[in-house]
């Protein structure tokens, strides 16, 4: 799906291509160094272009997850995940969804365009319930994912901590999406 954003520039919401690798690994570089709304701190991500392969592939064929990429000017600028919490029947109802997006197109629409693509991809598998982890201080992150209807459950004080010993909370945040959960 190819769309404007707010900049006036095209992006591309794809899943991601074997020849993605090398872009899918700098950009997680890039936004881990943006941000600390992330899993991983600068130089945390060091996969090499085989195994990002073999990553791609593995996702590509899982029914239970899709992965979708934002690419602009020829360029991954973006990236999510969306995949059921487990394999039990008693998890299929629910999947958990992770974004990111590198800062020089955050506020554009990538997330919302993620945001959307992922809520089709769960209710197309009959997936009754969307969850996510927030860092507390991520305040375009909690905007976007309220605007999605999101409501916050839970909060985990302290689960952050970064290397200048500074700490946030983890916001878990669920949006239901109603149905009935395939018994696939």
């Not at 701190?41 to 090499?48: D, H, K, L, Q, Y």
Request: neutral net charge; aromatic residues 8%.
């Amino acid at each position: 799906m190819q769309d404007k954003l707010k900049n006036g520039e095209l992006v591309t919401i794809r899943p991601p291509r074997l020849e993605d690798a090398e872009g899918l690994i700098e950009l997680m570089q890039r936004v881990n160094a943006e941000t600390r709304f992330l899993a991983r701190g600068p130089g945390e991500f060091n996969v090499t272009v085989e195994k990002e392969r073999a990553f791609i592939e593995g996702v590509l064929a899982d029914e239970d997850g899709a992965w979708f990429t934002a690419e602009v000017g020829g360029r991954i600028v973006g990236n999510c995940s969306v995949g059921r919490v487990g394999r039990q029947k008693r998890f299929r109802h629910r999947a958990t969804i992770a974004l990111s997006v590198e800062q020089a197109h955050c506020s554009l629409g990538i997330g919302s365009r993620f945001m959307q693509a992922a809520i089709d991809w769960c209710r197309s598998k009959g997936i009754e319930q969307l969850e996510l982890e927030v860092a507390a201080k991520n305040e375009p992150g909690l905007r976007l994912y309220t605007k999605f209807g999101f409501e916050v459950t839970g909060r985990m004080p302290r689960a952050l901590k970064y290397a200048d010993g500074d700490y946030d909370d983890l916001v878990a945040m669920v949006k239901p999406l109603g149905g009935t959960a395939a018994q696939a």
